[in-house]
């Protein structure tokens, strides 16, 4: 056969078992599908004592939402395991790890806002879920079709959003170890880089390989020289020489003008001796600005001038980009020294140190920074041309070196400064602030370890502790400016008669004292802010980033977990916030009560201030529960709580509980109400507020006297008001018995009960014959006042008005008794010495 047989055979065979394939399937088909009309009559009809047969319905599909998120937790998991092997497979520098890390936090954010999305969606399914109830247990009736299809749907939904929610989780935690571990890698890797060790400065064989790539660094030097101006004759024109001319114009214009210009538009009168510390702070702010920026913006200019043009080849360009910022970075550190200790300007200062010390502090600092920048420049000339490694080594040994002893010598001028004015005038004599003390004891320790490390050969710890040094000093120069500013401007804003708290007091109604204590509290804010800021910049050198601290803080306030309980920073404080607004509704309402609402009952002042008391009581409650709810904390939980307390309650809180439900029996019951006059012991007083845990009584001088409910419950209270406000006068009079005739007196008495006005006709004034005495006779008046509260004006006007009716009827005030008589005290003989003292006291007294 030839081939085209073949084929034609090969097709026609495959075909064939095509059509079969085709029939057998149809066929099958046909015999498995059900027919409507053939098999109704076959069903089976149900029996009144047979349950209906239940078919397990088949699962339903994944919803198109949940689709996506897994499709992006796909995604984010593919890109975690490639960039955990990359760090697995090999040593990867710092700037790579950082770089890794950096992709890996949005990653992480991605991931959490993924798992947040299934959280209320899952929720929600549970609660449709639990609306079926549990399944029906083995020997139950079985529910019908329909329950079993929406209770297999439902719990579908609820496994796959929770499978999704516990994939994003898990995901979740492989990129926070991932990211630790890159932390973790960086730190490593940056402590292995500062301690190792090399030849120390005074090592002859670092002086020998020094002189021995001398020859080969001045070859790379030529080279590199006739590279730069290879460049230089290639990308020269007229247009760039004169664009690099103007810029380089331009930044020396405004580098050497900048001291011309801060002195003419920020005004330090030397004249006035005591500006106020806002103008102290805002001619420090502009000298800073003035002093350092037109300096950056030169520097900037020239960079970028050289940068377009490409004059200079790509390995010289992070020369000339150190030069340009070490000159920025002199001038920056000038302006701060000069806005802080105003060298020139001893009035305008913000710390109070001597004229030579500032004087000192500026010398020193420009030149320390000066070396600083020598030294970058050079590092960065050796890295452009690739230098040896002792070269590199003896660079940064030299210029550390160089920085301790600068900053040695600092320290013993300031201490010979101390002494000479020790000797002079004394030991406390300079009230201004200096270095000394602590300061410089950690001073001279630094210097010390920074020459121990060049000597013993640890020169990366040297030139790391040179920079952070520096460093720091800056951090705290500024962090010092900035807590000055915030005092001022937000706290100093909010005291004493300011505009802007004058608006507040106005707008808001608040006190005086108010606006005060939020001044403070938003300056203490802008301070720990500050200071928190302050101290992530000086960590961020040593390997712990931002992002380590806001990822504690993140978990901190999210949630974290202890065993089964989470713990949310965030939930607290909404729950405090929801507790704090619930409280404030519940004064609000107690205040609208007793100024408006309840004015205009019938209800006395005791029952109002029941009503007001219940009320708060309510609203706290409320807000308690709405608050312990949004915790998660159920009923349940609260009453295990409850539980666990009662013990304590029974020991140490058992008087408070007591005092408690006292108060709560004294609204109720109303046994004292507030305005009763009440007598507790030897204590009588008006009730001016009944607490939860004690009552308060005004007693008559003023004072405030606290008993505790307990007290007013299982003790004696006399209630002068219990049924009504009547009050009881007693006007006790005596006579002289010789000269008295008691009618008379009776009849003046009782006159003038019933001539005053306030005095109530029924039940009648009464006047009684109380006693008779050797020489007087006393009568007592009895009446009676509509108010308790006037009982003693009405007492007084009526004594009063009796002894003038006295006097008119010619009956005198009863004669004092006659005193006793002294015994004299026998005498006692006196001693010489005695009697030489009373002499010497007399001769001694003036005339």
């Not at 050289?306 to 992070?318: G, H, I, M, N, T």
């Not at 010979?416 to 602590?438: H, N, T």
Request: net charge neutral.
């Amino acid at each position: 056969m030839t081939g085209i047989g073949l084929k034609r055979l090969f097709g026609a065979a495959v075909i064939m078992l095509a059509v079969a394939a085709g029939g057998t399937s149809n066929a099958q088909q046909a015999q498995t599908a059900p027919n409507p009309q053939a098999q109704a009559p076959a069903q089976p009809q149900p029996q009144a004592d047979s349950a209906p047969e239940t078919a397990a319905p088949a699962p339903p599909a994944i919803s198109a939402e949940t689709k996506a998120a897994r499709a992006k937790l796909d995604g984010y998991k593919a890109d975690l395991d490639q960039k955990e092997a990359a760090i697995q497979g090999r040593t990867m520098s710092d700037a790579d790890l950082q770089n890794i890390r950096q992709q890996i936090e949005p990653i992480i954010a991605e991931i959490r806002a993924v798992v947040d999305e299934q959280t209320p969606r899952l929720e929600a399914s549970k609660q449709r879920l639990s609306q079926l109830g549990p399944k029906p247990e083995k020997g139950q009736p079985e529910e019908s079709a329909d329950v079993a299809r929406d209770r297999a749907e439902r719990e579908a939904a609820v496994a796959e959003l929770d499978e999704t929610q516990r994939l994003g989780r898990a995901l979740l935690v492989q990129a926070e170890q991932l990211s630790t571990r890159i932390g973790d890698l960086r730190r490593t890797g940056f402590t292995r880089a500062l301690f190792e060790q090399s030849d120390g400065l005074l090592s002859p064989s670092l002086w020998m390989n020094v002189v021995q790539a001398v020859p080969r660094e001045l070859r790379a030097l030529g080279i590199i020289a006739e590279d730069a101006l290879d460049q230089l004759r290639r990308n020269t024109t007229l247009g760039v020489l004169l664009l690099l001319g103007l810029a380089i114009g331009v930044a020396v214009a405004l580098y050497v003008g900048r001291r011309s210009i801060a002195p003419r538009l920020v005004r330090r009168d030397r004249a006035i001796l005591d500006p106020s510390r806002r103008s102290r702070l805002l001619a420090a702010l502009g000298v800073l600005l003035l002093g350092a920026g037109p300096a950056i913006a030169g520097s900037w200019i020239v960079w970028v001038v050289f940068d377009a043009v490409d004059v200079v080849p790509s390995r010289l360009e992070q020369v000339v980009k150190a030069l340009l910022g070490g000159l920025a970075f002199i001038a920056f550190v000038r302006a701060l020294i000069d806005a802080i200790l105003a060298p020139d300007h001893a009035s305008w200062r913000l710390i109070p140190v001597r004229d030579a010390s500032a004087d000192r502090i500026m010398s020193f600092s420009v030149t320390l920074t000066t070396v600083m920048v020598v030294g970058k420049v050079i590092e960065a000339f050796n890295k452009a041309i690739a230098a040896a490694l002792p070269i590199t080594v003896i660079t940064r040994a030299v210029f550390a070196l160089a920085a301790a002893l600068i900053f040695a010598e600092l320290l013993r001028r300031f201490a010979a400064r101390e002494s000479q004015d020790e000797a002079c005038l004394g030991p406390y004599v300079a009230p201004e602030v200096d270095i000394g003390g602590p300061l410089r004891s950690l001073g001279w320790f630094i210097v010390a370890l920074i020459i121990g490390s060049v000597v013993g050969g640890y020169i990366a710890l040297a030139s790391f502790l040179v920079d952070q040094a520096v460093g720091i000093s800056i951090i705290i120069a500024l962090l010092v400016l900035g807590i000055a500013f915030a005092d001022e401007f937000i706290g100093g804003s909010l005291r004493g008669q300011s505009r802007i708290a004058t608006t507040l007091q106005a707008n808001t109604g608040l006190r005086r004292r108010s606006v005060e204590q939020i001044g403070i509290l938003a300056s203490g804010v802008a301070r720990l802010a500050l200071i928190i800021i302050a101290i992530l910049l000086v960590l961020l050198p040593w390997g712990i980033e931002s992002t380590d601290v806001t990822g504690s803080l993140r978990a901190l306030f999210f949630g974290f977990n202890v065993g089964d309980v989470t713990i949310s920073l965030s939930s607290i404080l909404i729950a405090a916030a929801l507790f704090a607004g619930g409280f404030t509704i519940t004064r609000i309402v107690q205040r609208w009560l007793d100024n408006t609402f309840l004015p205009a009952t019938d209800l006395d002042a005791g029952l109002r201030n029941s009503i007001r008391t219940a009320a708060g009581y309510v609203g706290i409650i409320t807000a308690g529960v709405v608050a312990f709810t949004y915790l998660g904390l159920s009923l349940e939980r609260l009453t295990i709580v409850a539980g666990a307390l009662s013990v304590g309650i029974g020991f140490g809180l058992q008087s408070i509980v007591n005092n408690f439900i006292s108060g709560l029996i004294l609204l109720w019951e109303r046994p004292i109400r507030v305005g009763d006059l009440v007598v507790v012991g030897d204590a009588e007083g008006y009730v001016r507020r009944i607490n939860v845990r004690s009552t308060e009584i005004q007693t008559g001088d003023r004072a405030m006297l606290i008993v505790p409910n307990s007290n007013l419950i299982s003790g004696v209270v006399r209630n002068r008001v219990r049924n009504d406000r009547v009050g009881r006068v007693l006007v006790s009079v005596p006579v002289p018995r010789a000269s008295s005739d008691p009618d008379q007196v009776a009849e003046i008495m009782r006159k003038a009960a019933l001539a005053h006005r306030e005095v109530m006709s029924e039940p009648n004034p009464r006047v009684l014959f109380k006693k008779v005495t050797e020489n007087t006779i006393d009568f007592d008046l009895v009446c009676f006042v509509d108010d308790i509260d006037a009982a003693g004006r009405v007492s007084s006007e009526l004594y009063f008005e009796i002894f003038r009716g006295l006097r008119k009827a010619g009956i005198g005030a009863p004669a004092p008794a006659p005193a006793p008589e002294p015994e004299e005290e026998p005498k006692t003989p006196k001693s010489d010495e005695e009697d030489e003292t009373l002499t010497l006291l007399k001769d001694k007294t003036p005339a």
